[in-house]
Nanobody, 128 residues
Framework: QVQLVESGGGLVQAGGSLRLSCAAS????????MGWFRQAPGKEREFVAV????????????YYADSVKGRFTISRDNAKNMVYLQMNSLKPEDTAVYYC?????????????????WGQGTQVTVSS
């Protein structure tokens, strides 16, 4: 069982930056692939980024949605049971509730139903 708690959301102007954090409970955090998803009002939840189980920079493998590639960076710290999403050059269309999620290892990392545990979400609002 893994419990996830996101933080770091807020209101920011277009072009600004935010860093989201996700704190995970449980001693098996390093066994989970970790992802970020988002859901804007009236839209379906969509994949944002994913990082593999490795906590080392050299072993880290990440994938991003095309819409955030080059602007967002996902990382994890297995010693602290934390996952981060650094968001730069934010745009109004990035406005959404952002969710952290844990996946036991499905290769379909972009599909939300493949994830086993979810946080409650944190609101990100980007003003123009």
């Amino acid at each position: 069982q893994v419990q996830l708690v996101e933080s770091g959301g807020g209101l920011v102007q277009a072009g600004g930056s935010l860093r989201l954090s996700c704190a995970a409970s449980g001693q098996t955090f390093s066994s989970y692939v970790m992802g970020w998803f988002r859901q804007a009002p009236g839209k379906e939840r969509e994949f944002v980024a994913v990082v593999n189980r490795s906590g080392s920079r050299s072993g880290s493998v990440t994938y991003y949605a095309d819409s955030v590639k080059g602007r967002f960076t996902i990382s994890r710290d297995n010693a602290k049971n934390m996952v981060y999403l650094q968001m730069n050059s934010l745009k109004p269309e990035d406005t959404a509730v952002y969710y952290c999620a844990a996946n036991r290892g499905s290769v379909y990392y972009w599909i939300d139903r493949e994830y086993d545990y979810w946080g409650q979400g944190t609101q990100v609002t980007v003003s123009s």
